[in-house]
């Protein structure tokens, strides 16, 4: 009787740790890792306020980092009860003004964009990554994926297989087709970006956000599972900033 009761509570205790480990286990197939353009968040009808630190460089800001289903879905808001807190990510805090800079107006010092970011997004893969993991995971991958320099080094290479036609006045700005931009990132970063337009002042199509794929870890890239929906023109502007 002794030896049943022992085996019964053995086998209690097996199954609560197994639903420990699957509960702690990741409820989500990969992240979206998004880019953002400052020029066209700026660009358009809405406009933008600079954050308080000062105008952001004219580099890609990170917007943000997203756990996504591989049915297009998403979750969001997985949990009120541990919101976003600077102290966590004190030590990132001056990295992330200059890689992840707020644009919305009023203009704020980041923590509001950083907190929504977290409280909508970050809750949802805490399972695997605390506070400070999922910040510093987001602006390790920025550093992997540089998407300027895969850009411009595509438009200033004469014998680039997809050349981006034309650099004109030397800069970067004006009007690329769109399969240009999505083969220079390819190719600099291995795997295909989508790419998302929004829409200038004037109603131009403009480069807006880059999307890459990254496994549940938050340390590499993968192909994309699915591809966001929306459309570019063929040709879109890569707007001033
Ligand atoms: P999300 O809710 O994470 O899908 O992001 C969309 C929200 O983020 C919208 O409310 C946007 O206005 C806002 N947003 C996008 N880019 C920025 C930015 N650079 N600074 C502040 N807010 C932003
Ligand atoms: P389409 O030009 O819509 O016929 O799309 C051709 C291919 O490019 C398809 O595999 C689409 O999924 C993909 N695609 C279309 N638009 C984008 C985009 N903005 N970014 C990344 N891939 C895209």
């Known amino acids: 009787m002794e030896f049943k009761e022992s085996i019964l509570i053995k086998l ?31 660009d358009t009808q809405q406009s933008c306020c600079y954050p308080t630190s000062g105008k952001p460089d004219a580099d890609f800001g990170i917007h943000g980092l997203w756990p996504n289903y591989n049915d297009g879905s998403y979750p969001s808001n997985c949990d009120s009860s541990n919101p976003f807190q ?17 644009l919305a107006c009023p203009s704020g010092n980041g923590i509001q964009f950083w907190s929504h970011e977290w409280d909508k997004h ?92 990254v496994d549940t870890d938050a340390s590499s890239f993968i192909d994309c599972p699915v591809f966001p929906h929306g459309k570019c023109s063929s040709n879109i502007e890569f707007s001033s900033f």
């Open 86 to 102: 600077q102290s966590q990510v004190s030590n990132l805090i001056s990295t992330m003004q200059k890689e992840w800079p707020t």
């Open 122 to 213: 970050g809750t949802c893969s805490e399972s695997l990554l605390n506070q400070h993991d999922y910040f510093e995971a987001a602006l390790n991958l920025k550093q992997k994926a540089n998407l300027l320099q895969a850009l411009t080094s595509a438009g200033k290479s004469q014998c680039h297989v997809y050349n981006m036609e034309i650099l004109r006045y030397k800069s970067r700005w004006g009007f690329y087709s769109l399969s240009s931009i999505k083969n220079a990132i390819s190719d600099s970063i291995g795997f295909t970006p989508f790419i998302e337009c929004n829409s200038d002042s004037s109603g131009n199509s403009q480069l807006y956000q880059v999307y890459l794929c």
């Open 12 to 42: 209690v205790v097996m199954l609560q740790c197994l639903t420990l480990v699957l509960c702690a286990s990741q409820d989500f197939d990969f992240f979206y890792f998004v880019q953002q353009w400052p020029g066209s968040y700026c």
